[in-house]
């Protein structure tokens, strides 16, 4: 049975069973009494910092709203059994509905796709407006998965400063920031002069390094051009185009690799990593560190025939963005998203590239702060 417990202009409340139901103008928002007294605002379940002074099983099991009346743009909540009150605001309750895949920045739905390197708009940004107001590029990184800075000092360690302009580097067995040119005895085919092809960088690390900077230092040879893929929109056209094969990468195991004289690296992974709700978050793609997975002769057909089918849509070429680097240009790339490549060079050019990982929890952090400032 209803009970009318409450109006005010265009909002009205109603408890059924104990639960809170709003009627906001035309929309029905329907609140389970645990729901709301979890998200309690008052004095006693939170600290000034907004963090949560309670645990769930503090909480009554049989929790519910014995009487709720609507004043102003607030809603006063009395519980049931414990006789506990809170003062919402109705407009958060509203929008504490929206459906939570919505809010995360890193799935695919969250993206600005692009299946043809045409599609993808100039974001080139000269390093001093950068550091001006980075808002742009880091909102570049987000949407289209990469950023391009231009005219960045050629310091050594300049690739640092940059990963600290919106967060924090992540150092790993290659340093805190790494050399990308031809060494003697490369650990890493990325230490030659070979061409690479696309490819998401250390797929063998959990957590995987989520973003990854390459600062051209200096770049006086023939070849040695770069190329991006968007792999987000890979496994989306893979999707349309053949479900059966999305379906094998998005759920086989696959190991990745790395092994040097100090660093033993693995992680077992699918190729498309899926959120809960079913969404593309997270592309490993690397042929050098993927080790062949064993499967019975049948599994292992689909499997390498789901894989080169992913494999073809990658290497397509209207799918790859070209671009040389020159020295001052440092490129930020989001490495669970977009592959990146290089095409071969000469060893006399005298290529070098200074690269840094870092995370995209950082770099959506400080875009969120950067775009309330700006
Ligand atoms: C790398 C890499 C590309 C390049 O170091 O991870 O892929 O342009 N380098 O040298
Ligand atoms: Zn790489």
Redesign the pocket.
Known sequence: MYSHVGENVGVSALVEDGDLHLKVGDTQVNIAAIWLRDSCPCPESRAENGQKLFNIVDLPSNARVERAQVVGRSIEVEFAPDGHRGVFDIEALITAGTPPDLADARNEKAKRLWRLAAEVPPVWNDWTGYLADPAPALRAVVDFGFALLRGVPTELGQVVAVAETFGFVRKTNYGTS?D?RVEENPV?L??TGLA?SP?T??PYRDPVPTL?L?HCIHNATTG???GLVDGFAAAELLRENNPRAFDILTSTPVTFRFDSADAHLSAIMPMIGLDPSGRVREIRFNNRSMVAPRLEPGPAREFYSAYRTFAELLYSPEAQLNFQ?DAGDCLIFDNTRLL???TA?AATGG?H?Q?AYADLDGLLSALQTFEEIW
């Open positions: 790494f990308v890493n990325a230490f690479i490819h960088d250390n990854q390459l040695g051009e770069s680097l990146h490549a290089r060079f290529r590239l690269g």
